[in-house]
């Protein structure tokens, strides 16, 4: 049994989802073939901006074939060939060279396990970015859930069997032939920012579960009743209906208000600020761009703004809605109008929009017609800002790519380092991002400052360092410190609130061994001087076979030991991790005398990329060293000593200082005498008279009756409170209560 669930019952907190996952070309490599080909081709209209170093960076770790970056001509051509609009690109072919998909980037960030490969369209998907402006294009089966995992498979069950019954349905039906343009289409909503769009475009409630038919070019909705169980077979009744033209259907609120006689009527001031958007002809991007309707001037009012300085004009920025946002522009709208609330001009509610390929668009013509990239709101975010907090990688890219290419001269350059009220910078926001590594470089070309520090005493290496414990992201930190190596940046790797220091990067290329040895080893090692050799390692490599590696104390290391101290295995193997997930580096600060000449730097001494344990035979040596290391953790470490002495008889000390306390006390205070029941009630009627609750010391104090007396006849009168707020105190029983109001 469904219900609905409002946005208050779930504590109005929603986190925004969007597809984006952190993956590595290898793992990825493992699951699919090996024709995979990524290509980096020219955007039209628009130089590669890749450089050669980092193109060998970003390709270095993919397990498929890729043309050589000097091959530019080569790379041209195939991106002519497959339609390549924009980098990055990931075409996928299958073993024939037949093309599997040109949105393979899309499609792996939604699907980075490949469980739904090879990706032919799905009889229900999740309605994002990439399926919202398909809707003005045929009428939609929309179930609107929270977003967790169990919903969205409650959704797939309930909405597949109506879907692939409606497809078998269809005249012109090939169970062989995968037809992406069916007439209906059946989405599962989440609770994101496309949904909340959607529900204000078309006027539905804002409750969960909600099953609806959404007919875009038609300008009609229709909903399942309230109350109705969500399942297999009311879908499907649901859906049967709707294909019959039995259910009561309601005009689509923004499409009935910019179709009707009253375009030259203003929206109510009273109205919430938030549906003022379905009052304009450019309410959604699911209106289509090119309506007749959307030209009507009429509508076009460039003074009217709500309470809030949210003007029809915002409304179009905000869902990316270019033609509109022209037109508004045409009728002499001021292009940085803010907004007086949230400080948001009309460039940062575009590069927010969450529709693409129009946003893009919009944003080009607001930068070109002057709209101000540098301008901040309340919190001090710029369009920069904005555009580094978008979680899919793509969307950065071409975001900043825009604002850096198209912003007129009076803006550039751009304010890379602005920081907002939080003290971040466009620079933080990026890495912070989960793929972050396609757009760094186009920002860090940009000569952002890498070592502001934020309120959080977070640098940008900082992030990058915690980042690194959750995700693989070799290539993020590798193009980070080899643009600033190459601009000859220094990097600090304090925030501050230490003395600075300087990070030497000069070895960060250099791979290096992290060691795990036993204690009784290190105790040796560091004991011997830095003259002697102190073990040596024998690496031996048969056939087709691991490479074994082993590990053999020197006689000089053996010397070195205690009086009491026992001897210790020669023979060592070590077992050896390749590190591949993480990038860990071993860092060497000077000593105190050293820095004094040297000056206070921290110095990168390598990565890790092996992890060896070492490991002793099971000889008589180690057996014996073991056997004694368990007989000493046997002894006791608290031991008793026995009196020569003893003494058999113990009393306490009568003359304590608080048994003379408490004597004094019970003679000055003497035994407390029961009073008269119907005196007691009279004290604590009118106690009560003056409050509603009391603890008990209050009314032992009031009364100055013996508790247990004093419990007798509270239990008579009174109610005695275990839940909060009033948890363990006295209130009167309601027929007692004849005290005055508080």
Known sequence: MTTRRTKRNRENSRSKRESSHATSWRRLGEKFPRSLQ????????????????????????????????????????????????????????????NIITLEGRTELLEDPEGLNFPWTSRLVNILTEKYATSLHDAPAIILFVEGDDCEIQFGESVLLPAAELYRRERPDYDPNFDDPDDQLQFYIALDCETSDILREFVGLEDAVPLLTAVDIPRGLYAVMEDGAEIGVESVQQFVDSYRAGKLQTHKITAVHKQSGGDQQQLPDKSQDSDNIITKTCVAMAFVRPYSPKSSNPSIYDVNYVDELGFSHFHAACKVGHYLAAKKFLESGQDINCIMPETGDS?????????????????????????????????????????????????????????????????????????????????????????????????????????????KNGSTPLHIICKKNQLFYEENLSKVF??????????????????????????NADRGVWLVKVPKYIADRWERAPGSIEVAKLKISKHYKQKAEVSLKLSEAALALKE?????????????????????????????????EVAGNKIYMEGKIVQKLECRPYADKTYMRLKMEGIRKASIPKRQAQQLSRAVQNFKPVSDHKHNIEYADKKKSEGKKMRDDKDFVLSKLFKAFEKHQYYNIKDLVKLTNQPVVYL????????????????????????????????
């Open 38 to 97: 990524y290509n980096y081709g020219r955007r039209r209209g628009a130089p590669l901006i890749l450089s050669e170093e980092s193109y060998k960076t970003y390709t270095e770790t993919m397990p498929w074939l890729r043309i050589p970056f000097e091959q530019e001509d080569r790379r041209q051509r195939l991106a002519r060939a497959l339609d390549v609009q924009a980098i990055p690109t990931l075409v996928i072919l299958d073993p024939r060279d």
């Open 346 to 454: 009309p460039l940062h509610l575009a590069v927010r929009s969450p529709f693409g390929n129009e946003s893009q668009e919009l944003n080009r013509f607001l930068l070109e017609s002057g709209a101000n990239p540098n301008l901040p709101n309340a919190h001090g975010l710029t369009p920069l800002h904005n555009a580094c907090q978008r979680t899919l990688s793509w969307t950065s890219y071409y975001l900043m790519q825009t604002l850096f290419e198209h912003s007129i001269d009076e803006y550039q350059p751009l304010q890379v380092d602005a920081r907002d009220k939080w003290g971040n910078t466009p620079l933080h926001y990026l890495l912070s991002q989960i793929s972050a590594c396609v757009d760094l470089e186009i920002l860090l070309t940009k000569g952002p400052n890498p070592n502001f520090v934020n």
């Open 481 to 506: 410190f080899k643009i600033y190596s190459d601009m000859q940046q220094t990097i600090q790797s304090s925030s501050g609130s230490h003395s600075e220091r300087n990070l030497d990067l000069a």
């Open 563 to 595: 009086p009491d101290e026992h001897d210790i295995p020669k023979e060592h193997k070590l077992d050896v991790t390749t590190v591949e997930r993480q990038t860990i580096g071993v860092f060497a600060q000077l000593n105190s005398s050293e820095a």
């Open 711 to 742: 419990k007798e006849i509270l239990n008579e009168v009174c109610n005695y409170n275990l839940k909060n707020p009033h948890r363990n105190m006295w209130e009167l029983k309601p027929e007692y209560r004849h005290y005055a109001a508080d």
